[in-house]
């Protein structure tokens, strides 16, 4: 299928990331005039948490879809029943606006590796060279994005909660323009190879034995998402002081250090290894 033509755009799944939402009330025109053959659709995925300026009301949307067959009452449960209605009308690729808190600079999210999602992240780093991608294969469908099979989150840092960083307000916008620009054209998909960072552990923060956090992001390694790590490394510093050491036989890249969001699960950063992706 070389042409998707409809396109729904997300912003605000987090209420309180605040560069799609601004991108959602301020920039439909520019873009449906910029590209009229796309049936564009702006969309505030999450209203009430907006209006909290918090990042949900009840619990996270964009980890609320894989359990929709519970029947949760929360708020989030029920837009993530309504958003997955919405995607479901017709076949459509859906770009999911975020920002962190993290030094992760311009990247691209693909939950589904398929020819089209592929291709188009490497078209569109060929046009914006220091953009990463990072690959978070998601076989339960947890994430906004991956209700459809074709679609990205854009994901842009370091930028603080509930502002806006004109930094990064201005390369999401070139990103999503880039994004659009090769959907408008239709994707034609040759075989190829993409270079991604997959996501595979998950690094906690220390704790002591009544389970409380002991330790904080090191000087040493906070702000340096994506720099290779292999042999022995230290991420944390011991409240009660000393350098806390940690060990990867391979060569690893961290994602997301202390990223704001992730405090209340004490996830303090991702491993990720370098792949190259043939498709």
Sequence with gaps: MSTLPRVLIFGGTHGNEWTGIKIVEHYQNYFKNKFPNL??????????AFKLRTRYKDEDLNRAFQYLSEQRSSYESQRAREILIKINEAPCFVIDLH????????????????ARNLGLCTKVGKKYPLCRVIGAPDP?????????????MIEVGPVANNIISA???????????????????????????????????????????????????????????????KGKYRPFMAFEGGEMELETLEELYPI????????????????????LISY
């Excluded at 049936?39 to 009430?48: G, K, M, Q, S, T």
């Excluded at 920002?99 to 398929?114: D, K, R």
């Excluded at 699960?265 to 491993?271: D, E, H, P, V």
Aim: hydrophobic share 35%; charged share 20%; aromatic share 12%.
């Design 140 to 152: 339960n469908r947890k994430y906004l994005v991956s209700q459809s099979d074709f679609g990205v």
């Design 167 to 229: 930094t990064q307000l201005e390369s999401t916008l070139g990103l999503l323009e880039g994004i659009l620009t090769e959907l408008s054209l239709g994707i034609i998909t040759s075989p190829g190879s993409l270079e991604m960072y997959e996501e595979k552990l998950d690094v906690y923060y220390p704790q002591d034995e009544k389970g409380n956090v002991s330790a904080y992001i090191h000087s040493g390694f906070q702000g340096k998402d994506f720099q290779k790590i």
């Design 99 to 114: 920002t962190t808190t993290a030094n992760m600079g311009n990247t691209l999210i693909v939950s589904h590796y398929n």
């Design 256 to 275: 997301f250090i202390n990223e704001a969001a992730y405090y209340p699960q004490q996830l303090a950063f991702t491993l990720c290894e370098k792949k």
């Design 39 to 48: 049936d564009l659709e702006f969309i505030l995925a999450n209203p009430e």
